[in-house]
């Protein structure tokens, strides 16, 4: 038998490809298309844009942060309130501007004393170094006895010693004693003027000659502001936003309902 032939396939009924045209969009010149690059060094974010909720900040940048808060919602007793009252900036100015007069000498100043006074004795020179100078006096322990002893006369202290405890009965000492004391800000800024990081109290125990009516009266001030001003009442208790505003809508939805209760009642 013959073989069976496959049938002879037909040019025309071979699909043909299908030519795709592309629409090509026409830019409208008014409205220009710019492309983000969010990639490192790509475009710029906008610049009145606060981006500060999205950082991931520092644990001391939160801890502070928080700590702040917490002071604000939880009730604060007297005792640590005070130190929330403190100097105004102008009288602190004026307070900084004495006390820069007393620094302590540095570790190099003390050196070339030293070396000075050594190379006297060896020549055979008497020098003498008269009387120490007036400064500041600072460290807890020494500025507690200064005042236990009524040495200090004008004690200064920071507001924002951590843990506070060091320092919360020290203005209740300052007023038995009778020795004018106030509250400043900060920590670090008392530093500076002893050559120090941070610094909790400094004292004054005497001054200059020219500095009398300065000192005179800072101390009347201070003992009208700190000495003879107890603060007795508590701190805080501030809620924040939401948490009013919920409160205030339940007060609201309680006095609807007693207006309502009392309408039916007529």
Sequence with gaps: ?????????????????KVETKKVAVA????????????????????????????????NVRLQRQKKILLQRLKVPPAIQQFSTTLDKNQAAELFKLLVKYQPETKEAKAERLEQAAAAAAKGENATSGAPPAVLKYGLKHVTTLIEQKKATMVVIAHDVDPIELVVWLPALCRKMNVPFCIVKGKARLGTLVHKKNCAVVALTANNTEDNIKCAQLKTNFMEQFNNTVVRRWGGGHMGLKTVAKLEKRRKAV???????AAGRR
Excluded: C, Q, Y
């Design 28 to 59: 409208n010149p008014l409205f220009p298309s710019t492309p983000r690059n969010h990639r490192v060094g790509g475009d710029i974010r906008p610049k009145n844009r606060d981006l500060s909720r999205f950082v991931r900040w520092p644990r």
């Design 255 to 261: 006095e609807a309902e007693a207006a309502k209760i």
């Design 1 to 17: 038998p013959s073989p069976i032939m496959p049938p002879a396939r037909n040019p025309k009924s071979k699909t043909a490809k």
